[in-house]
């Protein structure tokens, strides 16, 4: 048997749910095409993400440490998959559809300059007179206008669904009024990768942060979160190395929230009678969420977190000396923007020259961003 895109797509109308968004009455794409006879559009979509340049940047991007502290700390794009991985999760489990909430997923932090939020603020600041920077915005600008791969249109055109879910993603309502229904909250979809990116950032950084020696689990255990099932996991592997009590304490944290949203957006649902994708986005709160109880714990982990490891001084410095790398970068192009490599992509002519060196500078990974200070200011360095 063959299951081309029709009987794909009949398959999602028979076994998702009403409220789920369905391949084959998405809402389209900016420059009308052809769909693949073997993929639905969202599994395209998905496909597209994979296979962008600035998908495979993500390996040198900083989740937390820069890519040269450690092999095994993660990067934007291990904190990507993880984040598809546990969207996939919850979407099986609500009968949403799993192809969109990881294409979401993965296209969540494409816009992310390097050396994470501090480049991110970095920029923001440097680009205030020009519209500012986010980093979601700038997802949505590499997949609409930046990634330069098709004769026919720029950007990966991706379907409407993906992109609302990208242009709402940690903001509710989005950014572009004309564009995603403002006033409106986005998909079931879009709403599971909101929250999983929340999930594996807490609970990832919290892993790495204890593997290099920053934070304790003996720390974690005046935290709310450490309650009985967490408890009970500590006690069976009491007797294990600590690189397994860690990894199996993390694994059932991340158990317990992805159970959490499930269970509680499963009430939502039911208690508001929630029949097709419109009706979630016409609620006035986010029907995919955490119980009140689990939403305190989460709060007080964040704020742990915040408190214990991303003001720590090892990562006040890297913050530090990365802002004076994206700044620097930034002040040297604005002196000369010829120092910048010339580029297939064409720019509308009132495109400002700030913009088109935020966007040079935002598609650099880390390794990219250093090599390049040092070529711009180390009088030894070769050009």
């Known amino acids: 048997m063959i299951v081309d895109r029709n009987r794909l797509e009949d398959a999602e109308e028979q076994t998702l749910a009403s409220y789920a968004e369905k391949s084959g009455t998405f809402r389209g794409r900016c420059h009308p095409e052809e769909e693949a006879p073997w993929r639905t559009p969202f599994q395209r979509d998905r496909d597209r993400i994979v296979h962008s340049k600035a998908f495979r940047r993500l390996e040198y991007k900083t989740q937390v440490f820069v890519y040269h502290e450690g092999d095994h ?23 949403a559809n799993q192809d969109l909430a990881a294409a979401i997923a993965l296209a969540h932090d494409l816009g992310h300059p390097p050396f994470g939020h501090c480049g991110e603020e970095a920029l923001n600041v440097l680009m205030r007179d020009h ?13 609409d206008q930046l990634e330069w791969r098709y004769p026919a249109f720029p950007g990966l055109n991706l379907t409407w669904e993906t992109r609302e879910g990208i242009a709402k993603h940690n903001a509710p309502h989005g950014f572009d009024l004309n564009d995603f229904q403002p006033g409106q909250y986005a998909s079931v979809e879009a709403q599971i990768a909101n929250l999983a990116d929340e999930i594996a950032y807490n609970s990832h950084d919290l892993d790495d942060g204890v593997s290099a020696g920053i934070l304790s689990l003996d720390q974690l255990s005046e935290l709310d979160v450490w309650d009985g099932a967490i408890r009970e996991e500590v006690e069976k592997v009491r007797n294990l190395d600590s690189t ?83 700044e620097s970068l930034f002040k040297e192009y604005m002196a000369d923007a010829r120092q910048m490599p010339p580029t297939d992509r064409k720019y509308p002519e009132d495109e400002p020259l700030e913009r088109r060196v935020c966007d040079y500078i935002a598609g650099m990974t880390d390794r990219y961003a250093l090599r390049e200070y040092e070529r711009l200011f180390d009088p030894y360095e070769r050009v």
């Open 73 to 95: 700390y993660r990067t934007r794009l291990t904190h990507t998959m993880e984040t598809a991985g546990v969207s996939e999760t919850i979407a099986r489990n609500l009968g």
């Open 131 to 143: 519209g500012g920077f986010q980093h979601n915005r700038q997802s949505l600008r590499v997949i």
């Open 244 to 326: 397994r009590q860690r990894y199996q304490i993390i694994r059932a944290l991340i158990n317990q929230q992805i159970i959490d949203v499930v269970q509680t957006t499963h009430r939502n649902l039911e208690r508001h009678g929630v029949k097709s994708p419109d009706e979630v986005r016409r609620l006035d709160f986010p029907v995919v969420d955490y119980s009140p109880g689990m939403s305190e714990k989460n709060s007080q982990l964040r704020s742990f977190l915040k408190e214990n490891f991303y003001r720590h001084y090892r990562l006040i410095r890297m913050s530090r000396k990365a802002t004076r790398f994206v």
